[in-house]
């Protein structure tokens, strides 16, 4: 059983004080996704003999970008983000056709299938698009952490009467996920946080403390659920 802040701010903007998780985000991350193209001079070549990466890099991420929205459309849970893009400092200027790019895009689903489809589309696209700006963009997968569901279900009566409402905690990734993949019982609860994680101004109040504090207590009395 994990205790946690939620990282975002749902549960705020729900003014809901904590709720049960039914749900963890698996992650397939592209780490070391790179674009090489070539370098030239920004007034002397025209675009049909540029090698541009950080356009076909752009145009990649805005694809993925119109990906998301589609499967949004279609019910999927889904968020991808590129934490990282940069080009080589050393090289890079503000008359340069930059020649290379680094980058990362990170998919996140309660869904493996969902992720798979994503992952997939990210490399077709990146051949596609790759081929159409003139560079070679390389994607590769080498982080991945699989998606809880429904950690403790039946842990549901007990944990409500506390205060907490039962919803699709479908948020970060947490090491409750681990557990479940392995066939552990798991369970988590959220506490309201609506100023993120990882940053000085992350918190939680001790009121909404003490009422999933109670309703962690619940669960565990109840457990295992008859």
Same mark, same amino acid.
């Given at each position: ?27 397939? +991350? ?10 030239? /001079?920004?007034?002397? &070549? ?10 076909? @890099?752009?145009?990649?991420?805005? /694809?993925?970008? @119109? ?24 090289? /890079? ?5 930059? %020649?290379?790019? /680094? #980058? ?13 489809? &994503? ?37 549901? +009566?007990?944990?409500? *009467?506390?205060?907490? @409402? ?18 552990? *019982?798991? %369970?988590?609860? #959220? ?13 939680? $109040?001790?009121?909404? #403390?003490?009422?999933? $504090? ?8 109840? #457990?295992? *659920?008859?």
């Amino acid at each position: 059983m994990e205790l946690h802040i939620e990282q975002g701010p749902t549960l705020a903007a729900e003014r809901l004080p904590a709720a049960v998780v039914t749900g963890i985000r698996g992650c397939k +991350r592209f780490r070391n996704a790179r674009c090489v193209g070539q370098y030239g /001079h920004s007034g002397a &070549v025209n675009r049909p003999h540029r090698h541009d990466a950080v356009a076909a @890099t752009v145009a990649l991420l805005h /694809h993925m970008e @119109t990906i998301w929205l589609q499967q949004e459309r279609a019910g999927a849970d889904l968020v991808i983000t590129s934490g990282e893009l940069y080009t080589d400092p050393v090289m /890079h200027g503000p008359s340069k056709i930059a %020649g290379e790019t /680094h #980058f990362v895009i990170d998919v996140r689903s309660v869904s493996e299938d969902t992720m798979n489809v &994503v992952a997939a589309e990210a490399r077709q696209a990146a051949a596609r698009i790759g081929e159409a700006y003139r560079g070679h963009l390389r994607p590769r997968r080498d982080q991945r952490l699989a998606a809880g569901r429904d950690g403790q279900p039946a842990a549901r +009566r007990p944990a409500e *009467p506390a205060g907490t @409402t039962v919803r699709n905690g479908e948020r970060a990734g947490h090491d409750a996920a681990v557990f479940a993949k392995m066939g552990i *019982p798991t %369970g988590m609860i #959220f506490v309201r946080n609506e100023y993120g994680s990882h940053n000085p101004d992350e918190a939680m $109040t001790l009121d909404d #403390f003490g009422v999933a $504090t109670r309703a962690l207590l619940g669960l565990l009395l109840n #457990f295992p *659920p008859s």
